[in-house]
Nanobody, 124 residues
């Protein structure tokens, strides 16, 4: 059974940075595609960043230039570095995993395995 555990959320001031982590177990991490999604209050969940292997990345237009997704295969962990945080970045952030690469290249939501989510609040 695939398990994903996120950490790193919290309260941060506008303009600040956070790094979210997602540790994966129960699957061959090297074969997975990883992604980060977010759901703001009253809005639909959206995929903000995805990574295939170690280098192929894709981002939603709303976060390009500010969010960086990465992964460390030795630690079975994916990361989301969030810079220049804006109040509209406030949301619950979820990591997800799957084996289907098209989910990242097309920014689709229907990943197979999900973490429990971590809250990010941007406020002064």
């Amino acid at each position: 059974q695939v398990q994903l555990v996120e950490s790193g959320g919290g309260l941060v001031q506008p303009g600040g940075s956070l790094r979210l982590s997602c540790t994966v177990s129960g699957t061959r991490f090297r074969l997975t595609v990883m992604s980060w999604h977010r759901q703001a209050p009253g809005k639909e969940r959206e995929l903000v960043a995805g990574i295939i292997g170690d280098s192929k990345r894709n981002y939603a237009d709303s976060v390009k230039g500010r969010f960086i997704i990465s992964r460390d295969a030795a630690k079975n962990t994916a990361y989301l570095q969030i810079n220049s945080l804006l109040p509209e970045d406030t949301a619950v952030y979820y990591c997800a995993a799957d084996t289907r690469r098209f989910l990242v290249t097309t920014l689709k939501e229907n990943f197979g395995s999900w973490g429990q989510g971590t809250q990010v609040t941007v406020s002064s």
